[in-house]
């Protein structure tokens, strides 16, 4: 009778184990592209893009604004979850005013008072953030047009390109950029930026997902745990503009060598983080040469997922999502509150075409623009 009974009961442990590979490990939608109808916007379709690796790790990308709708990826067990904040419909990001996903341009970040000189004439932008023109200025930025999309052929990948025409948000030059998603079997996601122009023109490209590696709308990123590779910060004034110093993160709330809770120092007095709400800054990457360069590694201990993040840019601003305040109701009706995602933007400094000593943001005609960042996930 026990003997019976302890069959059965391992009969029925057998099952629920592998029911249990099986479901983490279903078959996971064929890997390659996949390109549906999403809408419309200024008259243009816009597709839906599904990036499927071996793996079966799936990334969601429409050609409005470039931007990434989910990445869903496992944690230590397989258990797959969408790591990065948005909405299911391209109309929930019109307008997406925390830049969910996309990518961000001409300039990303920050110009002073919407101005800056180049070869002796003063250009006026328009300004968005107070005093300052943030993330390209106001109307026809990088994440809020409706790019041309191609997908790759021999990869997966889908390449964006638009053209931003002389005078566009007051920038110089017709800037043809080109932006292309690549997803590996490493389960790395590369951001390739190409851009050429015909007057000189500051440029300064990047990507604004918001990630929680527990999976969008699972509470704050708090706990998650993060190493900067970077010895200095650029501080910044009362309008998140840099100063111009490049401070040591030695002995300040801003040292992430080793890897500490986003969280453990966050709401410390120290005047930066005031001035930023929390982190809201850029790091200035360590750097050995010119190449690809490791900038960030989280760690979510929960679900053990980790994202690295390497470029080849200068420096990287990590934003804790201090601005989310829960107004917006995003993915599967979760609510975004504060600090429920960080960026990780790679890019040249805040204000560079203002401070001479930052690194050149300036593209010249016969000069071609190239950055690369690599998002690469695993779980531990
Ligand atoms: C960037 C800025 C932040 C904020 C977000 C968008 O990360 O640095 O201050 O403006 O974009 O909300």
Known sequence: ?????????????????????????????????????????????????????SHGVEVHAMNYGGIILSIRVPDRKGQMADVVLGHDTMEGYIPNPPYFGAIVGRYANRIANGQFTLDGKTYTLPKNDGPNTLHGGTTRTFDKVVWDAEPLRGKTGVAFSYLSKDGEEGFPGNLKVKVTYTLTDANELILDYEATTDKATPINVSQHSYFNLKGEGNGDILDHEIMLNA??????????????????????PFDFTTSTKIGSRIDDSYEQLQLGHGYDHNFVINRKGSGLELAARVYEPTTGRVLEVSTTQPGVQFYTGNFLDGTITGKNGHVYKRRYG???????????????????????????????????FSAK
């Open 231 to 252: 010895d200095k910060f650029t501080p910044v004034d009362k309008n998140l503009i840099p100063t111009g110093e490049l401070r040591s993160v030695k002995g300040t």
């Open 342 to 376: 960080f960026c990780l933007e790679t890019q040249h400094f805040p204000d560079s075409p203002n401070h001479p000593d930052f690194p050149n943001t300036i593209l010249k005609p016969g000069e071609k623009f190239h950055q690369t960042t690599v998002f690469k």
């Open 1 to 53: 009778m026990m003997a019976k009974r302890m069959t059965y009961l391992i009969v029925i442990a057998f099952v629920m184990v592998i029911s249990g590979v099986l479901s983490a490990n279903a078959a996971p939608a064929k890997a390659g592209v996949q390109q549906k109808p999403f809408g419309t916007r200024d008259g243009r379709p816009v597709n839906l893009y599904t990036l499927t690796n």
